[in-house]
Each structure stands twice: as structure tokens, then as C-alpha cells.
């Protein structure tokens, strides 16, 4: 009975493991997927709000709403500094990067030059095309995700197959037995 109990306890515990496995990686897929899209939308949010509030302050030359740029400024580099521990990636790096620049430039001119200036005014049309990096990180971002899940189904079919060849083998070797 042991000899035949041994090879079904080790295929059990074979099974559990690959299983085990499978979902750590899809739970990990989905955990990263749901926070990587939640620091996108909140890119596109952010961005939005740092142009208007420089817009803002360009025209009416209020000092809170310098104080109001420097809390959506924090945010934006927060969110960028999320979605970069997320992007490993060298192209997805690249526009992190070039949004950073640029909300960096729009920063200096807000805090270095007069309301209605004109510096404010070429870095604010400059940051404009921050929209299109962010675009950019949507993509690239989406493109990471749907990478992993083909990996995942790809790991997922080849444990099933595993896990078949394994129990066929092990059928006959239990009644050999």
C-alpha cells in the first residue's frame, strides 16, 4: 500500500505546488495591472490639473495657486515614481522620464518668471504635449500588462499539459505496482 500511496502523495503534492504557483503570478499580474492603470488615469488627471493651475496662475498671478501647482507637481512625480517601480521597461522609463522633464520646466518658469510672462506661457504650450507621453505610458503600460497575461496562459497551458503527462504516466505505473 505504501508503494502504491507514495507516487499519487508525490502527484498531489506536484499539483499543488504548480497550482500555488500559477496563482501567486496571476494574483501578482492583477494586483500590478489594477495599479499601474490607477497611476495612468491618475497621470492624465494630474497633468490636466498642473496646466490649468499654471494657466491659472499665469493670468489672474495669485499666489496660492502657486501653492496649488506644487501639491498637483507632488502628486504627478509621485505617480510617475509609481508607475516607474511598475515599468521596468526602457521605452516606458524614457516617457516617465520626458513627462518629469517637462513638468520640471513648466515648474521653473511658474516659480522663476512674472504672471503673464512669456516663458510661462512657451512652457506651458510645451507641457501640452505632456498629454501625448502620458498617451504613451497608457499604452506602453497596457502593452506590459497584456504581455504578462500571454506569459500567464502560456505557464498556465504548459502546467495543465505537465500535470496530464503526469497523471497518464502515473496511472499505469500505479497499477504496474
Known amino acids: 500500500f505504501a508503494l502504491v500511496t507514495v507516487p499519487l502523495l508525490v502527484a ?3 499539483a499543488t505546488v504548480q ?5 501567486q503570478q496571476s494574483e501578482a499580474l492583477v494586483v500590478n495591472g489594477v495599479e499601474a492603470t490607477r497611476h495612468t488615469q491618475d497621470l ?5 490639473a498642473l496646466e490649468r493651475t499654471a494657466r491659472l496662475f499665469n493670468v489672474l498671478g495669485d499666489a496660492n495657486l502657486k ?13 510617475l515614481a509609481a508607475l516607474e517601480r511598475l515599468e521596468p521597461e526602457a521605452p516606458t522609463r524614457a516617457l516617465l522620464q520626458s513627462a518629469r522633464d517637462s513638468a ?3 515648474d521653473g ?3 522663476g518668471d512674472k504672471p503673464g510672462s512669456a516663458a510661462i506661457g512657451r512652457a506651458i504650450e510645451t507641457f501640452v504635449g505632456v498629454n501625448d507621453v ?3 505610458i497608457g499604452e506602453r503600460t497596457s502593452a506590459t500588462i497584456d504581455a504578462e ?3 500567464l496562459k502560456i505557464a498556465a497551458v504548459e502546467t495543465q499539459r505537465r500535470l496530464f503527462w503526469q497523471a497518464a504516466a502515473l496511472v499505469p505505473g500505479t497499477a504496474l505496482i
Not at 492624465?44 to 490636466?48: C, D, E, N, Y
Open 109 to 111: 518658469a511658474v516659480a
Open 134 to 136: 502620458v498617451v504613451g
Open 12 to 14: 498531489v503534492v506536484n
Open 19 to 23: 497550482m500555488r504557483r500559477l496563482a
Open 104 to 106: 520640471a520646466t513648466l
Open 149 to 151: 497575461l500571454g506569459s
Open 67 to 79: 501653492e496649488v501647482f506644487a501639491q498637483n507637481l507632488e502628486a504627478l512625480n509621485g505617480s
Open 44 to 48: 492624465f488627471q494630474q497633468t490636466t
